[in-house]
Structures are given as C-alpha cells and as structure tokens.
C-alpha cells in the first residue's frame, strides 16, 4: 500500500530540513527522506552542513583560533600562559557534541511540526512516486505526493590519480575527524574549504601546503580583497602554491608522495596527510528514476526554472543540486520559497544579494558584484573603503586587519557589491545585504548612525569615502 503525503522531501539538508518545516507549517502534511546516520548509528539531520560541514568545521576553527591566541597573542594583552597545549581528542569531542546538539535539535523541529522524518535513501520514480529503502535495509516502500522537492544536496569531487583512503588522503570528512596534528598536511585546492581547514590545523602546529591549479587565488572575491587576504595568510604561515597541478598521489607507509607540476616543471612533495578539497558536486547517484521526467544539465545540475520547478509538474528541487552558489543559506532560503509557492503564497529569492562568507582569520565576506566583474560588465561605478586599524573598536580588540570595500552605481549611487575582510565580516555583511535588498544607496549608509566604537564604523566610513567624505582617513 502506498502511503500519500501534501509534500515529500529527498533530502535533510539546510535545504530538505527547512522546507520540510516550512511545509508542515503551512498546514501541508508532509514527509522528509534523508540518509545520512550519525557516528552513533542513528538517523542524523541537517545534512553536510550541520554533520561534516559548515558546523563541525567553525567549530574547530573557533578552538583553534583560541589556542593560536593563548600561544601568539595574549602576551600584549598582559596575559601569560607557559606550556599551553591542546588536547586534540577534546576538541574533536566538542565538536561532535555541537553536531549532535543541533540535528537532535532539528529532529524536536520535525516532531514539532508534525513532519515524518523517513531514514533511508529516496529515489523519485515517474508520476510523482517515490521509492523509498531504509537504512540498513533491502525492504522498498512505496510513497506519493501532490508535490515532490528533491533536496540532495552535493558531494566531494575526487581528482584523477588521487584515491581516498579516509587515513593519509582524507576529503573534508576526514579533516574534520584527525585524531593528531600532522606534521605536514598538503591541502589540495585553496578555496573555502581548503582554506578554512587548512587553517585549522596550521594553527594547531601543522605546516600546511595548500596546491591550487588556479593561476589567481580566490578568484572569486574582489580582487583587492584577495590580495589583502593572501598577504595575510602567507604572514600566518600557510603556504599557498598557486598554479601548481597535482599529477597523482601515493601512499607509501606514513607518507603521501605528491607529484606537481608548476611553472619549473615536475616535482615531488611529501606530506603526512593529504586533504582534498576542489569543490562540490551534485549527489545525484540513484536520486532519479529514468523516467522520473526530471532532467539533468551538463554539470550535473537538476534542472529547474527561475521557481525552482523541475521539468515535471509538481516536482521541485533546491539547494546544492541546482544552479546557484552552494551554499546552505541559499539552500534554505529556496527550501522555503518552494513550500510557500506549493501553498499558492508568493515567493522569490534574489540571487544578486547572496551573501558569501569565508570563515578563515580574519574572515572574508562579501555580496554583490566584485570590482572586476563591473569593469568587464562596463557599469560605471564608484568605489569607496575604510581599514579596520582605523577604527577605535579594531585596535582596541587588537584585532585590526582587513577592511571594507564598497562599490556603487556612478549615477544612481545604488550599492553594487560589498566587500569585507576582517573581524567579524561574517556579522557585518548583514546590514549590507539588507540595503542592497532594498536597492539603497552609499548615501543611505553614510547617514545612518552607527554606534561608536563597533567594527561596522568601517562599514559606515566606506560608504562616506565614496563620496570622498570619510572622517578618519585620507581621501
């Protein structure tokens, strides 16, 4: 017998979990299907973000930051420690219970509202079936719904001649679970997740090598930003090869043997443990029956229109597996746009004001378009910037590295993009993308009164250096 729902969701993600809630919300009965088990052998919501992604790492970032200022930073603070240390199995500990903390937490949201939490793998099937197979589990049971969201989510990429083993070569996952700092960590790709990682470890004693294709580093930021961010990581220690291919990887004992090639030619270079970390792609293995209806595009990519409608009515799909920044954030706000429409509510979601945030030290954040994207695109704009030393709250904090960068429309003044690297960008970029949303103006920041002395001062100073009018530096 097939058991039938308003709404079924394949996937419990930042994406799956929320529009799972937002359905039952809407008085919608509905069923989320999600996969992923626990270290302790039990269904775990929330995805890669909340179990082996965005959570676990900030939280090993937040101990590392820690340890690396009791050992490099209290001193001017006139605070001694001799001999600190960290025990690394505590802090993985701790991090896990963060994780444990929060998918328990999202399952109380699913008994809350009423939302059948299914643990297993769904997979979609032709007029809005779906086969579901629980985990450990050969047994298929039938459900149907009016309206189907496929949440999936993304996977690691492997790279050729580079074989995982979860010991010496390790993907994010296995970052986030070392149970030693190793001497030599080599981290293949210095974008986000290989930065933010990366820095984790290095700050706990590790010497890190990140090897990124890329001739540019982050090419995605603002250049200015990236600039700024790569000067300073370099002066932290990591040590960031751009340019430079990975050819093959071995294990050869306790070691990984690397083979690169760069502008010299061909060399080899030896780490303890090799990470890999070159991106995401969309976990679409099984997800989809071949005639489901639903199509594929030539990334992988669910295809879906501007609604986050698949090829096939009442089929919907969000986050990672669709076009758009992988980023949780956007998965949920989609996740919530879908159950709201499939309600006969209107709902969008504005892409050209997605925050990104990159939760390195000092973190990296930013929205809108960058410097160099306003150049090719030939808009003229206007552009404005503040350094955190400048500001009281920085220097006092002893934390004054980075700035902000501001861009505008040379005629309307509407505020094109944000750029923020420094002390809590991740918090700052907010009051950003709120005036964006609202199509406002530098002129609008500039005037509103920002408290003193706080870091969004810069925020506030860079809106006024764009028109040439900033209190606290040149212009």
């Not at 799972?20 to 919300?25: D, E, G, H, K, V």
């Not at 070691?255 to 780490?271: A, P």
């Not at 090719?376 to 002893?398: C, D, I, K, N, W």
Request: hydrophobic share 40%; net charge negative; glycine share 10%.
């Amino acid at each position: 017998m097939t058991e039938k729902f308003d709404v079924i969701v394949i996937g419990g993600g930042p994406g799956g979990y929320v529009a799972a809630i937002r359905a039952a919300q809407l008085g919608l009965s509905t069923a989320c299907i999600d996969m992923n088990t626990g270290k302790n052998g039990k269904a775990a919501l929330g995805g890669t973000c909340l179990n082996v992604g965005c959570i676990p790492s900030k939280a090993l970032l937040d101990s590392s930051k820690h340890f690396h200022h009791l050992q490099h930073d209290y001193a001017s603070h006139g605070i001694s420690v001799s001999n600190a240390s960290i025990d690394i199995n505590t802090m993985i500990s701790r991090k896990d219970d963060v994780v444990s903390k929060l998918t328990g937490g999202v399952a109380q949201l699913f008994k809350a509202n009423k939302v059948r939490q299914f643990h297993g793998r769904g997979r979609l099937l032709a007029d809005r079936q779906v086969e579901f197979t629980p985990h450990a589990s050969t047994e298929k049971i039938m459900l149907e719904a009016q309206n189907i969201i496929l949440a999936a989510g993304s996977v690691p990429i492997a790279i050729p001649n580079v074989t995982f083993d979860n010991k010496r070569i390790i993907d994010n996952e296995g970052a986030l679970n070392l149970t030693e700092v190793p001497n030599r960590l080599g981290v293949i790709g210095a974008g986000v997740i290989g930065l933010e990682l990366g820095s984790v470890w290095q700050r706990l004693g590790s010497k890190v090598t990140l090897l990124e294709a890329l001739p540019e580093f982050l090419p995605a930021a603002d250049h200015d930003v990236a600039k700024q961010a790569g000067r300073l990581f370099k002066k932290q220690g990591l040590d960031i090869r751009l340019g430079t291919m990975v050819k093959s990887a071995n294990i050869d004992g306790d070691v990984v043997n690397v083979k690169i090639e760069d502008k010299t030619g061909q060399s080899e270079i030896s780490f303890d443990r090799l990470l890999v970390a070159v991106g995401r792609k969309p976990y679409t293995d099984g997800l989809l029956s071949d005639d489901s209806g639903v199509t594929l595009n030539e990334r992988g990519q669910i295809d879906v229109n501007e609604q986050s409608q698949t090829s096939v009515p009442g089929v919907w799909a969000v986050g990672d597996c669709v076009r758009g920044p992988m980023l949780a954030h956007k998965a949920s706000e989609e996740g919530i746009a879908v159950a709201e429409l499939i309600a006969g509510k209107a709902a969008h979601i504005h892409f050209d004001t997605i925050p990104w945030v990159i939760y390195t030290d000092p973190e990296i954040a930013w929205v809108g378009k960058t410097e160099q994207q306003l150049k090719e695109e030939g808009v003229a704009y206007r552009s404005g910037s503040f350094p955190f030393a400048a500001t009281g709250r920085g220097l006092a904090m002893g934390d004054a590295a980075g700035m902000v960068k501001m861009l505008a429309d040379e005629v309307t003044d509407e505020i094109l993009g944000v750029h923020i690297i420094g002390p809590n960008a991740s918090e700052l970029i907010a009051e950003c993308v709120v005036t964006m949303e609202f199509h406002g103006a530098s002129e609008d920041l500039a005037r509103i009164v920002h408290a003193h002395p706080t870091l969004s001062e810069a925020v506030h100073e860079a809106a006024l250096h764009l028109d040439k009018r900033a209190i606290h530096r040149g212009n």
